[in-house]
């Protein structure tokens, strides 16, 4: 589908997760370059899209949407779902073992992208706490209580 091999990879993870990407062309006011959310799925246009880790933190938004919401036209996150959808994105990218970079890349997240990454490799939290309200993930402590790995382990990856 993708000529790009990390493109085709993420959407591949993606695509195994459940969530929808197909391919297609968008117009050139998508909130992230070549990527969209539409009706709960992913669309792509390659030839526009700037960051191929984009496609693992707009996938993190659907991931953590209720699943009555999850299938409508245009998702409206959160303040607590855009976290939610970070600390997603974070482990995604441990679980395929890619340099947070791929991801947190300079051009995005306000300026913030460098602080995120230094905030998650060092044990912090952001969103972690929604993701274990979700059933997704959990932190540190309850994690020994039940005998599992914790965040960035995930239990599952849809809400």
């Known amino acids: 589908m993708f000529a ?3 493109t085709q990879r993420l959407a591949d993870f ?10 297609g062309e968008l117009p050139d ?8 959310i539409r009706f709960g799925g992913l669309v792509i ?15 993190g938004h659907i991931a953590v949407t209720e699943p009555e919401g999850r299938k409508a036209e245009r998702l409206e996150p959160t303040d607590g779902e ?4 970070l600390a997603w994105s974070w482990a995604a990218l ?6 947070p970079g791929v991801v947190f890349h300079p051009e995005g997240y306000k300026g913030d992208a460098g602080w995120l990454v230094e905030t998650f ?3 912090g939290a952001i969103g972690v706490p929604l993701l274990q309200y979700y059933g ?8 020994a209580e039940r005998g599992v790995a914790p965040f960035p382990h995930m239990l599952r990856w849809l809400r």
């Open 14 to 23: 993606v695509i195994g997760l459940g969530i929808d990407v197909t391919a």
């Open 94 to 99: 441990t679980h395929l073992e890619l340099d």
């Open 121 to 123: 490799t060092s044990g």
């Open 29 to 36: 006011d998508t909130f992230l370059p070549g990527v969209d």
């Open 82 to 85: 855009e976290m939610a959808a």
């Open 4 to 6: 790009d091999p990390l």
């Open 45 to 59: 246009d390659e030839r526009r899209l700037a960051h191929p880790g984009d496609i693992l933190h707009e996938a």
């Open 136 to 143: 997704l993930a959990l932190e540190p402590r309850q994690a």
